[in-house]
């Protein structure tokens, strides 16, 4: 069963925390993005990478990391820097080139207490 | 700032109408457009995508392009309560860009 799976579903950080979002894909993409959704609010993007070992912020990058050490994998950590963290996250990817279809993981979302 | 718009609505049309959607965008070097729709809560879906100007039809659903006015439409016929959602318009670069979504509620 092919597709991008994220998780958790829902995570609660406390101030101060840094939290890792995990986004793995099985459709051999070549390509994985962060988009960050806030109410009544397209999509964002924090960061992307288009291969292994290589990745460039986004528009909204300050206060989240990332890494891209296998093709399936792209985590993105939200750091204790981020002021307002509270979102829906969404990981997608596509097989490469800019005329390809993006396609969405599940999403997750983050609330901090 | 590469740009996408689009207005927010809600747009509200009765069951069996036609809904239109509309979006415009900045970078008239774009190449690929495409819509998602998005319930809430979910993550967003894709319905269309269109490369070439005119139309192109699937089923309920038919895209527009139209790369000179730098404008691309989506018109959903026979319109369906489970039809109402937010439908984001996306156009490419190297990663997509989204406008804010337009909300649709149709009523039964």
């Known amino acids: 069963d092919g597709g991008i799976t994220q998780s958790p579903k829902y995570l609660f950080r406390k101030e101060g925390q840094n939290v890792t979002l995990s986004c793995e894909q099985n459709?051999?993409?070549?390509?994985m993005y962060w988009y960050r959704q806030d109410p009544g609010q397209g999509l964002r993007l924090i960061y992307y990478?288009?291969?292994?070992?290589?990745?460039q912020k986004g528009d909204i990058a300050e206060g989240y990391s990332v890494s891209r050490e296998k093709k399936e994998s792209f985590p993105l950590t939200v750091t204790s820097a981020q002021k307002n963290p509270t979102a829906f996250y969404l990981c997608?990817?596509?097989?490469?080139?800019?005329?390809?279809?993006?396609?969405f993981g599940p999403g997750t979302r983050l609330t901090v207490l | 700032q590469k740009e996408v718009e689009q207005n927010s609505g809600p747009l509200s049309v009765p069951e069996g109408a036609i809904a239109s959607l509309n979006c415009t965008y900045s970078?008239?070097?774009?190449?690929?457009f495409f819509w998602y729709r998005q319930y809430s809560g979910k993550s967003p879906e894709l319905i269309m995508s269109?490369?070439?100007?005119g139309d192109k039809e699937d089923g309920r659903f038919t895209a527009q392009l139209n790369k000179a006015s730098q404008y691309v439409s989506l018109l959903i016929r026979d319109s369906q309560p489970s039809d109402s959602a937010t439908y984001l318009c996306?156009?490419?670069?190297?990663?997509?860009?989204f406008g804010k979504g337009t909300t649709l509620s149709v009523s039964s």
């Open positions: 970078d008239r070097g774009s190449q690929s």
């Open positions: 990478s288009q291969i292994v070992n290589d990745f």
């Open positions: 996306a156009v490419s670069g190297t990663a997509l860009i």
């Open positions: 997608a990817s596509r097989r490469g080139v800019s005329t390809d279809t993006q396609y």
């Open positions: 459709l051999n993409h070549d390509a």
């Open positions: 269109i490369y070439s100007n």
